[in-house]
């Protein structure tokens, strides 16, 4: 009963973001990666808590995502706003999507993060954050 099959399929289908510096499958949930990709931006999911009403058939989880570059690339933080900004188009405009893992019931954007810098991944990133009720 979630949506991170729905959410991955929109943003990485979005050729806006391809568009924006994302390569595509640059997009990888948290923990996968021990090192990071140096071919481009890329996006980390992070799957955070989840919460179930009683009585219904829907959760809500919290979803941040994190938007990295690789320093050598580019210390811009420009282009990653402008990916996050995409990211939250997509997401806020997606209802009833439809994933292998269940319904993306709707989506609500809940802020995004200073500039940062990641020293083990050796990138500057920022995270938007969001909250995906699914049934």
């Not at 919460?51 to 829907?58: C, E, I, L, M, Y």
Request: with cysteine; glycine share 6%.
């Amino acid at each position: 009963m979630s949506a991170r099959a729905a959410v991955y399929s929109l943003l990485a289908a979005d050729g806006q973001l391809q568009a924006l510096g994302l390569p595509y499958g640059n997009i990888w949930p948290a923990q996968a990666l021990d090192t990071a990709p140096r071919n481009g931006r890329f996006l980390i999911l992070r799957w955070e808590e989840t919460t179930v009403a009683r009585g219904r058939a829907s959760q809500s989880e919290v979803l941040t995502i994190w938007a990295h570059c690789p320093r050598e690339m580019s210390t811009d933080f420009a282009p990653l706003d402008a990916i996050l900004n995409r990211v939250t188009e997509i997401l806020t405009s997606a209802t009833h999507v439809t994933g292998a893992d269940g319904v993306l019931t709707c989506v609500d954007y809940n802020g995004k993060s200073p500039d940062l810098n990641d020293e083990g991944y050796k990138t500057i990133t920022k995270n938007a954050a969001y909250t995906v009720v699914s049934r």
